[in-house]
């Protein structure tokens, strides 16, 4: 009997810890339904990780933060290189992604976009001073021209009828560097990148064509599997909700950034 009795108090106590365990996440958020969230490693002010912090920051990591904290979302962050996100998510192995990754038709066959949250050109990018006078592409025919991995801009530089040196980099930050170093003689990326890394960061020396006219007017989604229609609706409303009520617009001014309004 003592023994029945022992073990009905040893199985109410392990009830009792497991209810006070379940109450702790409860309070925590540790309950909530967690999105692994790929982004960009150095891709600032768009979604990069912090040197000093060694955190995930951005502007693109502020829109889904909020995005989350709206729908009681906990969010874990899995920093990697542009060419790797869109695979990521086929192989499920993040739920989203939140990066400067352009709406594309063709991207849009194999994963879904919510409506915009952020725009921007493309700038061409030459040493500071441009000794060479560039001011188009034209005037790097048969020249080392740099490109982001697996971005559209790369797909154009290498069927452009202008001959160049195509040469992709996983990272903006090494492309500035051989920018600057003279290893290449000009490069192509998204405007906001190229002006955050250069007004930030004393080791590039570089600077925008003004006479460049861009080809591309960049929208950026947050993008999730093409097979989660109801993430997709959830994450959608919510941005429409930031528009209306100038959340969104307040990330943008933080950040120096702007957004394609419709």
């Known amino acids: 009997m003592k023994k029945l009795t022992l073990v009905v108090l040893l199985f109410l106590t392990v009830l009792t810890a497991c ?16 999105l692994v969230v790929g982004t960009t490693h150095a891709s600032p002010p768009n979604a990069f990780v912090d ?15 909020e995005i989350a904290e ?27 992604i939140s990066a400067g990754m352009g709406i594309t038709d063709e991207r849009a066959k194999t994963v879904s976009f919510t409506q915009p949250v952020y725009g921007f050109s493309e700038a061409l990018v030459v040493p500071a001073g441009n000794k060479d006078n560039i001011k188009s592409l034209k005037d790097l025919k048969n020249q080392s021209v740099g ?17 160049l040196d195509v040469k992709a980099y ?16 000009g490069a192509i990326n998204d405007t906001p990148i190229v002006h955050y890394l250069n007004e930030n960061n004393s080791k590039y020396d570089v600077e925008t064509v003004k006479e460049y006219e861009p080809n591309f007017k960049v929208e950026i989604g ?35 950034t702007t957004w394609f309004k419709e």
């Open 147 to 163: 490109v982001s991995a697996g971005t559209f801009y790369h797909d154009y530089l290498e069927e452009s009828n202008v001959s």
């Open 222 to 256: 947050v993008i999730v599997n093409q097979e989660n229609e109801k993430l997709l609706n959830e994450i959608d409303k919510t941005i429409g909700k930031m528009k209306e009520d100038g959340t969104l617009e307040s990330i943008h001014e933080e950040w120096g």
């Open 51 to 65: 040197d000093e912090t060694e955190k995930v920051n951005g502007v693109m990591i502020d829109i889904i933060k």
């Open 170 to 185: 996983d990272t903006t930050s090494e492309m500035l560097l051989d920018l600057t170093k003279g290893r290449i003689k």
């Open 19 to 34: 209810g006070d365990k379940d109450e702790a996440a409860r309070e925590n958020g540790e309950d909530n339904e967690t």
């Open 70 to 96: 709206r729908n009681d979302y906990q969010l874990k962050f899995e920093p990697m290189p542009f060419s790797s996100l869109i695979p990521s998510l086929d192989s499920s192995r993040v739920d989203v």
